[in-house]
């Protein structure tokens, strides 16, 4: 079903401008310093399918615009109960199951704001979660 919603990454209408092409070209190689954005797009896929959201790293640069995109693996942030942060860790649990209750000291812990639009420096979080809601059975 991911490779389904993929496609076969995303694509353009070919009868635009050369000039605008060569500018679509350039932004969908390279989503970051890793992967283009087919390759993101899947990892985004993924997330959705397993855990209904996904979560996506927004780094601006010096020009106030989104200069790369990373994807984080839904399992390791978390949000903060007033959802103005994202926590990021490798280890919220150990390695028994139990929950890493010195997760804030891991080498990975990271705090990361939520993607706010009048914010244009620095590094953020975009998060997108699904939410699903189950309403009583009736019954009869």
Known sequence: ??????????????????????????????????????ALTLRLTTDLEY????????????NGKISEYYHLEFSKCRVSKDQKWIYYCEKWFNDD????????????FKKYPVYNKNIKTGTCIFFYKIL?????????
């Open 1 to 38: 079903k991911i490779n389904f919603i993929s496609g076969n990454g995303l694509q353009y209408d070919k009868t635009i401008a050369a000039e605008q092409e060569a500018v679509f070209d350039k932004w969908l190689s390279s989503a970051n310093r890793y992967y283009n954005w087919t």
């Open 51 to 62: 855990f209904n959201g996904y979560y996506l790293q927004l780094i601006f640069g010096s």
């Open 97 to 108: 199951g139990s929950p890493n209750l010195r997760a804030k000291d891991e080498g990975s």
């Open 132 to 140: 699903l809601i189950f309403l009583p059975r009736m019954i009869g």
